[in-house]
């Protein structure tokens, strides 16, 4: 099992930053890689970011890219989700999860999950 906490989320405005964080307890945390997903009110969960398991290699949804940035630390067990330059659009609750292969959680699938924070970006 691995469980998965995550915080900073909140209300900002639009053009301003946040910072998200997951930590993880559990399971080995440098098995798994990671991924930041988000729910908007009315609609499906999509992928937003992922980590492969050592940290070297991202990925990142085309309607995120250049603005968020997703890393880890091993030692920590933590992942972050940096994300600047908001728009009103990013609202969502934002998910942290586990899974042994990236390609899972491109595809939006996971192990473990978290419980959620909330993002809100006010225009």
Do not use: H
Not at 24 to 53: C, D, L, N
Not at 78 to 93: G, H, I, Y
């Amino acid at each position: 099992q691995v469980q998965l906490v995550e915080s900073g989320g909140g209300l900002v405005q639009a053009g301003e930053s946040l910072r998200l964080s997951c930590a993880a307890s559990g399971r080995t945390f440098t098995y798994y890689a990671m991924g930041w997903f988000r729910q908007a009110p009315g609609k499906e969960r999509e992928f937003v970011a992922a980590i492969s398991w050592s940290g070297r290699n991202t990925f990142y949804a085309d309607s995120v890219k250049g603005r968020f940035t997703m890393s880890r630390d091993n030692a920590g067990n933590t992942v972050d989700l940096q994300m600047n330059s908001l728009k009103p659009e990013d609202t969502a609750v934002y998910y942290c999860a586990a899974d042994l292969q990236v390609p899972s959680l491109y595809a939006n699938r996971a192990d473990y999950w978290g419980q959620g924070t909330q993002v809100t970006v006010s225009s």
